[in-house]
């Protein structure tokens, strides 16, 4: 079921991915071999995992598969 969003929720959130976005590359490169093979609080995820998934997402809505974007 989808809820109603009011649009300055959205842009409050829409602000809080970019900001978040920008913090990104700069806590990256704070980690060491060591930290990118800890686990993350995703299970079975590490963060080497999570960043291979950032990375890999990151051009947009393409699929890997077809290289077909939407």
């Given at each position: 079921?989808?809820?109603?969003?009011?649009?300055?929720?959205?842009?409050?959130?829409?602000?809080?991915?970019?900001?978040?976005?920008?913090?990104?590359?700069?806590?990256?490169?704070?980690?060491?071999?060591?930290?990118?093979?800890a686990p993350s609080a995703l299970p079975g995820w590490s963060r080497a995992h999570v960043l291979a998934h950032l990375a890999r997402h990151a051009d947009g809505p393409c699929t890997p598969r077809t290289s077909s974007c939407t």
């Open positions: 079921m989808f809820h109603s969003v009011g649009t300055n929720r959205v842009q409050l959130l829409l602000s809080e991915v970019h900001r978040a976005a920008e913090r990104l590359p700069r806590s990256v490169r704070r980690l060491g071999d060591a930290d990118v093979r």
